[in-house]
């Protein structure tokens, strides 16, 4: 696998998907219960965006500043995207040398979903954070190896979904975020999906998926409700119009069995991210139920 995140981290899709990652993580806590955070593919966990402009031999375009970038000084946030930021700007400051702390007007470090996760856990709840590039893989258990809530695997986070489910508690929030790259990516999130929700019916899981054919997450979405999951919905955001050259027009994450009401506090704030991210005009975002509860 060639895909190295850093060259995209903080994009607007990261925006989307870790604007709903954090209020769906504090939805599964309003469950004194703990749970099971499993991130089949987890990234690096932390991204110098310093390095989104230089590419593996030439600079490249960074897309942060299209992403978060126009969220960092605005003050008309949404509350899930306050939170979210909040613990964006948290996570950068803590890596800034000293020197980096005269400019704190753009971000310059980016947290990646296993360190928002371990940000919101609570002593209850656990992790299990999956990578299997050896180069990522080193990454993360660097950034995260302190956490004792924490395992960090070198594996198919596919085959995860098997090994670790269920856990002890019954509870589990899975979080199935891959690159893509592979022509049968959606066939292996399927599966996935069947498998867990064979061994944890009551899990919730997350699946992370770009716009570029709609025609594809369509076909995606008929499988996936062909299996006959729990209540399910699935939220979008478009960056450009459907008549735009651009490949990937947006992206969206599909949640099977979502922590009670979530959606309600995360429906009104998705036009607000169109409107903030649009690249050109046409963009859109919206929530709607799959399989209604």
Known sequence: MNY???????????????????PLLRGMQRKE??????????????YDLASAARGDSLDRTPEWPAGV???????DLPAPVGDYLALVKAFDLRNRTAAEMADLSTPRFYPGSPWLAQAVARPQDRLALCEK???????????LDFEVRATIQATDGYTAVKAML?????????????????MREYAFIVGALREGLRRLPG??????????ERARVDAFFAELVALQPPPTW??????????????????????????????RDLAPML???????????????????LVPE
């Open 69 to 75: 970038g126009r969220l960092w000084e605005r003050s």
């Open 203 to 212: 899990g919730t899981f997350a699946v992370w998926y770009p716009l570029t």
């Open 4 to 22: 190295r995140h850093q060259y995209h981290a903080g994009n607007f899709a990261d925006v989307l998907k870790h604007c709903l990652l954090v």
């Open 234 to 263: 699935s939220a979008e955001l478009t960056v450009v119009g459907p008549a735009s050259a651009v490949k990937m027009k947006g992206c969206g994450l599909v949640v099977i069995n979502p922590p009670w009401q979530v959606d």
């Open 166 to 182: 269920p856990p002890p508690g019954k509870r589990a929030f899975v979080l199935i975020d891959p690159p893509f790259e592979d």
């Open 33 to 46: 219960k703990g749970f099971l955070y499993l991130d089949t593919h987890a990234g690096r966990g932390r």
């Open 133 to 143: 590039h050896p180069e990522e893989h080193a990454a993360l258990r660097n950034e």
């Open 271 to 289: 036009p607000w991210l169109a409107s903030v991210l649009a690249q050109s005009p046409g963009g859109t975002a919206d929530l709607r139920w």
